[in-house]
């Protein structure tokens, strides 16, 4: 698909990964402090892990608070969230107003553990300096999950896809500020894109506890990371089972249901982990409970609304969900001009749509194992992202679909192309990137150094 000039894969992932390291590089000089989401609270944890090991919900630093509140201000953060400053000015998280910032009370550990290792090695009065370690910690979980994406995609589409798709995500202009940002966030798309790396090489014939058993340990690591990470044990435990019990995987059905039966087993000793291990583990049990908390609902509808009222809110649900998904910054206060957003729109329906021809075409039937089980992960991803934020009343945000990056990207990379004659291809790939290139210089250009170049 892209010109027959390129040269060996190693190469294009190099360039690749050195592109979006300069966007991110880029991003962490641009953004001011505080942008990303929730990185008020996600570094107040990070820094008690790092120097004071909170060990319960009750654990509060009131000083860590006020210092991190007052950089807020230094930053500009009231002026970004369009809000005058409070006066009086809070003196911990829970005297600002409107819950703009809350304290997390007693999560999940495993970003915030890795994180404060890091941290460790720093002084802790120097806030600003460790705020921006973590922004590089996070870029350093982001260069794996290019890489991650490029693996899984090359091995079931071959180099030109991957190199499509890869760049695509590369290029994105929210991921890569997510990919900066302190957050647990930047943890679970690495486990995505690690997911989606081994499941392309179950269902491609590679080995299957090679392939299967790294799957699974990477997903019960990000179900410990945060809630949002859930459905990629969902995943880690589907493909086995429709490799099982399925047979258009090929020659991956004769291994039969004995795989996907000890990886369901190894999948549901996770929820035993929390029964057995929460009694001891203040944390385990705080996140047990909020995992079954679905009773609590979110402050836009609620079980006794009308069919309109969830109707009008399933509007407002999606048309913030996509837009957010591709360029949305600050705290969902600098959105992407409208002509922007349309073309990526029309983009997203072009190439979903052309997915369901390309399955349909001769000379891709070698791509149907990969599309099946990309559409597969990316719409596992949705129905979370739907059935968790949605049903329960709750604004959607598209970071949540970034676990699924690569496949994702490798449906809109070849839905593309799928309504063109293959000799079409390689001025289509130009078109589709060019396309892009542009995109992401009005991104830069046009909403994120307007909105903090000079205010910061």
Known sequence: MLTKTLASPRLILALIVTVFVFRAVLAISIVPPWQHPDEPQHFAWVYMMAWQQPGSAEYVDLDLEARILHSMSEHGWWHHYDEPEPSPFPKDFSQVPDDHVWRLGNPPRVYYALAGVVLAFTSPDDLMGQYYLLRWVALAFAVPTIM??????????????????????????????????????????L???VVWWQAARFVTGGPVAGSLSPMLCVAMVAFFIKRS????????????????????????????????????????????????????????????????????????????????????????????????????AGWLRYPAPASWLLVVHLLTVAAFTGCAR???????????????LAGILVGIQLAGIYGGLFLKGFSGQGRFLFPVMGPFMVLIWIGIHSWWPQRAWPFVSTTLLSI?????????????????????
């Open 148 to 189: 991650c994406i490029w693996a899984g995609s090359r091995r079931l589409f071959g180099v030109h896809v991957a190199a499509g798709a890869t760049l695509l995500t590369a290029l994105h202009p929210q991921f890569v500020l997510m990919s900066t940002a302190v957050n647990p966030d930047v943890l679970v798309y």
């Open 191 to 193: 486990c995505g894109a």
């Open 229 to 328: 990470a859930t459905p990629l044990l969902l995943m880690s435990l589907t493909v086995p089972v429709l490799a099982g019990r399925v047979r258009f995987w090929g020659a991956v059905g004769a291994r039969g249901y004995s795989v996907s039966v000890l990886v369901g087993v190894a999948g549901l000793a996770i929820f035993g982990v929390l029964s057995w291990a929460g009694n001891s583990m203040s944390w385990l049990a705080d996140y047990r409970a909020y995992l079954l908390s679905f009773s609590r609902m979110g402050p836009y509808v609620d079980y006794g609304s009308s069919l309109t009222e969830w109707w009008t809110f399933f509007k407002q649900f999606s048309e913030g969900f996509i837009n957010s998904f591709w360029l949305v």
């Open 358 to 372: 390309g399955v349909r075409r001769a000379d891709q039937a070698q791509w149907r194992t990969g599309l099946t």
């Open 436 to 456: 892009v290139f542009v995109l992401d210089i009005v991104s830069w250009l046009g909403v994120l150094v307007p909105a903090y170049v000079g205010l910061s």
